[in-house]
Nanobody, 119 residues
Framework: QVQLVESGGGLVQAGGSLRLSCAAS????????MGWFRQAPGKEREFVAR????????HYADAVKGRFTISRDNAKNTVYLKMNSLKPEDTAVYYC????????????WGQGTQVTVSS
């Protein structure tokens, strides 16, 4: 497992942008996959985006395609989520996740960072 520390959440108006960061550290500081989930009040936690560290291949939930971009910085062991054209329905706690292997699934989770989009 790795330790994940998120930053960059906050309050923004609809149509605005935010960038979340997630720094990985620990024994395996460069996981196989890193990504983001989110959980809105009263809803289940849902997948947002992921990136395979070695190839840079990424995947997005349909709800955020074309608006969110996930990227990584190899030198900093950090993954980013740039969120544009934010909507009130994007309001949630965003969690950084890491996967050591497909077999293990997402086995490291950050503490979460709040994103609030006002209308």
């Amino acid at each position: 497992q790795v330790q994940l520390v998120e930053s960059g959440g906050g309050l923004v108006q609809a149509g605005g942008s935010l960038r979340l960061s997630c720094a990985a550290s620990g024994r395996t500081a460069r996981p196989y996959v890193m990504g983001w989930f989110r959980q809105a009040p009263g809803k289940e936690r849902e997948f947002v985006a992921r990136i395979t560290w070695s190839s840079g291949i990424n995947h997005y939930a349909d709800a955020v395609k074309g608006r969110f971009t996930i990227s990584r910085d190899n030198a900093k062991n950090t993954v980013y989520l740039k969120m544009n054209s934010l909507k009130p329905e994007d309001t949630a706690v965003y969690y950084c996740v890491a996967m050591s292997s497909e077999k293990n699934g997402y086995d490291s989770w950050g503490q979460g960072t709040q994103v609030t989009v006002s209308s």
